[in-house]
């Protein structure tokens, strides 16, 4: 994981473009979701992740990092959000 990989992910741009506070944690976050399904591929065996359509960065991430340090094959799979009628995430 770059900073320069990092920060191309939509959701860090947006945020950065709205000169929105970015704190530490939130930044990191896709760093602790990949890890996360690491972990879960290693204990448990799971090979699939799936999540809203705005965690397919995240969910990637978890994706290579599991095919660069264990050579598993792990898959990803997101779906549309659901929103209001106004568009706003649920």
Do not use: H
């Amino acid at each position: 994981f770059t900073i320069n990989r990092m920060l191309t992910f939509e959701s860090v741009k947006q945020r950065l473009e709205r000169e929105q506070p970015l704190t530490f944690l939130e930044f990191n976050y896709m760093i602790f979701q990949a890890y996360d399904f690491l972990e879960l591929s290693r204990r448990e065996k799971v090979r699939l992740q799936m999540g809203g359509s705005d965690q397919w960065g995240n969910i990637i991430n978890g994706v290579e990092l599991g095919r660069r340090v264990d050579e598993t094959q792990l898959y990803a799979l997101t779906a549309p959000l659901i929103t209001t009628s106004d568009g706003k995430k649920m």
